[in-house]
């Protein structure tokens, strides 16, 4: 803190009064601008400890001056204080200390001017950086709105994910679950066709042939048969009756027609019977009948009828072992040509039932 001090002139009685009275006004002046320097001076520097200016009109007042300074700051304040006494003699002034003087003084304004100029763009840098911190400020919290409406919608699309993905998985189960089924229907339709199979219908109750063979099972009746065919199907005795049959006549020796079943399966033996027909020359050729395992390609012989049987349906009975049963199998009729290079080969009435077959 600056405290301004006192001074003091004498004004001076004399014909040149008006003439000391402006050259006083200068004096004042420097007074003051020497006392607004030490204030701009102890501000910036912001000593810790007062200044206390004092100025003083001539030189031989100085002495007195400081004795008085140190009285009222011992009286008044208990801080460290520094005094200073400026004296200004109008009578001593030289020219050089009077130019030195203007110097200081067009230094002090220009000082001041720079100082205002600088505090003016000090508050516009201010102002700028405040808008440019508002904006900022503005900025970040569209930041962070859009990023809140991204994590939502993150969520939102995650658990929509989600509800796909179960909605998939049970989609798949409902689809398995048909699949198995269809495949037990599939199943029992065919078991329950093949339970007693008349081969009355062109479908054949699921049997296919075999790709891999050379000869075809044909299904016919006996209007379209030569002299060696049935002249009657089992089932129904007549000509209009039909059946499954291999035309040997036209066929080379050891060339095979394969006929295979639907897949089949159960727990425990089964009974395969059915009626055949073997008739021609005395080689005619040979029927089989195999099980097939599809999984490992596994095929068992197990029943073999060869030569020529006459003009007659036989029934024959044939028992699946339980391994093929609970494996799950196919039943394949084999016609085998023979050399006799004559007859007809032919199958009809096919049943399946559980248990081992009863040959009363």
């Not at 009109?57 to 005094?83: A, G, I, P, R, S």
């Not at 095979?256 to 008739?279: D, T």
């Not at 490992?296 to 030569?307: F, K, P």
């Amino acid at each position: 803190m600056v405290k301004h001090g006192w001074y003091s002139y004498k004004r001076r009685q004399s014909s040149q009064g008006m003439k000391y009275l402006q050259k006083d006004i200068q004096i004042d002046l420097y007074v003051l601008f020497f006392t607004q320097l030490f204030s701009v001076i102890s501000y910036v520097i912001r000593k810790p400890h007062d200044v206390t200016i004092y100025a003083v009109k001539h030189k031989d007042q100085l002495l007195h001056t400081h004795k008085f300074m140190n009285k009222q700051t011992k009286k008044h304040t208990n801080k460290k204080t520094h005094t200073v006494a400026v004296a200004f003699d109008d009578e001593n002034t030289e020219p050089e200390e009077q130019k030195n003087l203007n110097v200081a003084l067009n230094n002090y304004y220009e000082t001041s001017h720079k100082l205002s100029e600088l505090s003016a763009k000090h508050d516009v840098c201010r102002s700028d950086l405040q808008s440019q911190t508002d904006l900022a400020h503005h900025v970040t919290s569209l930041y962070y709105e859009e990023k809140e409406k991204y994590e939502n919608k993150t969520y939102e699309l995650q658990e929509s994910r989600d509800e796909l993905r179960v909605l998939g998985s049970q989609f798949n189960h409902q689809v398995t679950l048909i699949d198995v089924i269809r495949g037990k229907l599939d199943l029992c339709i065919t078991n329950q066709m093949l339970g007693h199979c008349e081969f009355e219908d062109e479908r054949i109750c699921g049997f296919s042939q075999d790709y891999l063979d050379n000869v075809d099972w044909i299904w016919s009746n006996s209007r379209n048969n030569t002299k060696y065919a049935p002249h009657v199907d089992h089932t129904c005795e007549s000509r209009n009756g039909h059946f499954l049959v291999v035309n040997i006549t036209t066929k080379e020796n050891g060339q095979k027609a394969r006929l295979i079943s639907p897949h089949l399966f159960g727990y425990e033996e089964q009974c395969v019977e059915f009626f055949y027909w073997i008739h021609g020359s005395r080689d005619v050729g040979y029927l089989n009948v195999i099980a097939k395992i599809p999984d490992t390609n596994e095929e068992d012989n197990l029943w073999r009828a060869s030569g020529n049987q006459g003009n007659v349906w036989i029934q024959a009975k044939v028992n699946v072992q339980k391994e093929f049963v609970r494996a799950g199998y196919k039943l394949i009729f084999e016609a085998t040509i023979g050399r006799g290079l004559t007859g007809e080969i032919a199958i009809d009435d096919f049943k399946i039932t559980n248990g081992v077959c009863s040959y009363k």
